[in-house]
Every structure is written in C-alpha cells, then in structure tokens.
C-alpha cells in the first residue's frame, strides 16, 4: 500500500535555528497538507497545499512557517526561527482528490524538538 | 465552530473486555466520520471510516464505528479487547463546510494483560 514518508522522524533543534522538515507524498496526490500535535493535545490543521500554492492555513500558520514543493516529489515544511513552543509531532497527509469521499494518508510523523 | 469532542482521555480495560470509546461532533451538515489510532511511536493508522450508506461501520482489528445522526456521534467498539490495542485513539471529521480535517484530543486506551 503506498506511503506517506516523512523524515527525520526525530529532530532536536535549538532555539531560534531553522528547521525542515521533509514530507514525500503518494506519487499521484494533489492535495498536500500539514498538521501538528502538541503533546498531550489534539492534531492541528497547519496548511492544505494544491497545485504549487498555499489553498488554506491556519492562525498558527503565521510568517515564521513556509511551504514548499521544491522538485514535483517532496513537500517541505520550514520554520524559519524555532521557538520553544513549537515542539511537537509534525504529520504530513496528501489526498487525490479534496473534499468528501476522500480520506487522507497520513505519515509517521516528525517529532520536533526545540531546545 | 466545528469541533469534534473525545469525552474520555484515559481509558483502563482488562485484555477481554468491551470497549466503546465516545465521539461527537458539531456541524449539521454532510460529514466524512474517521477513527484513527496511533501506536506509541507510529504514525496515525486508518481503523475505519464513514463516508455515507450502512451507519454501522466495520474496520480493522475487529473494531467498529456506529454514525447516529441525531445524536452527532460516531463512537468506537470493539467487544473484546486485547493488551496489543494499547494505544491512543483519535476520532476525525471531514464536513462540507471546509473539507479539512478537524480531530478530537485523542483517549489514551490501556490494556492491561
């Protein structure tokens, strides 16, 4: 069954560095998406991505985030300047298709760490 | 706003006995309903899910998810549980209005042998 695979599935950061975090979606999803889960709390929609642009974000999704879809294949979340608040699990998802009768795939996750 | 709603957080059992874990959600229109679980240290798995037709879904591992409309529900069975169900569960909506995910705060299940 295809895979969602995001790596690393570990990173610790230091405070105020830039951090990556790599997502490759399933080979013919159009719809791309990340969500974030805090520990101990719920997952949170991050941003939807289709077709090289942004569709929706968040209000955690402020300017300090950016995504990307450098070579047709992965899908990247940066944080530009990591603060203590924005360790959690970072869950990458893509669809075929948005809306109902879709569900998405998720990935394993990256547990980010910022110290 | 549209929210989805995990009244247990923590949730003991004994290895053979039933489960039902509660899920409600707030929005009137069409809704796409989804259980996930997340074993420690892995990604979120599809248990099932409920798109439209027959209420009463069946998924994997022997669980099963019952959509009441009326009472915006959708909440998770599974008449016997095993120490490997161990894990935290999410229950997920999808709804006509914004066609984004929105998820409950997760219960934390434990089995114990």
Known sequence: EPEVTQTPSHQVTQMGQEVILRCVPISNHLYFYW???ILGQKVEFLVSFYNNEISEKSEIFDDQFSVERPDGSNFTLKIRSTKLEDSAMYFCAS???Q???YGYTFGSGTRLTVV | AQSVSQHNHHVILS???SLELGCNYSYGGTVN???YVQYPGQHLQLLLKYFSG???V???KGFEAEFIKSKFSFNLRKPSVQWSDTAEYFCAVITSGTYKYIFG???RLKVLA
Request: avoid cysteine; charged fraction near 15%.
């Open chain 2, 54 to 56: 027959d209420p009463l």
């Open chain 1, 35 to 37: 969500y974030r889960q």
């Open chain 2, 15 to 17: 290895e053979a006995a």
């Open chain 2, 105 to 107: 705060t997760g219960t």
């Open chain 2, 58 to 60: 069946k998924g994997i």
């Open chain 1, 95 to 97: 669809t075929v298709a």
């Open chain 1, 99 to 101: 809306g109902l009768g």
């Open chain 2, 33 to 35: 309903l989804f259980w």
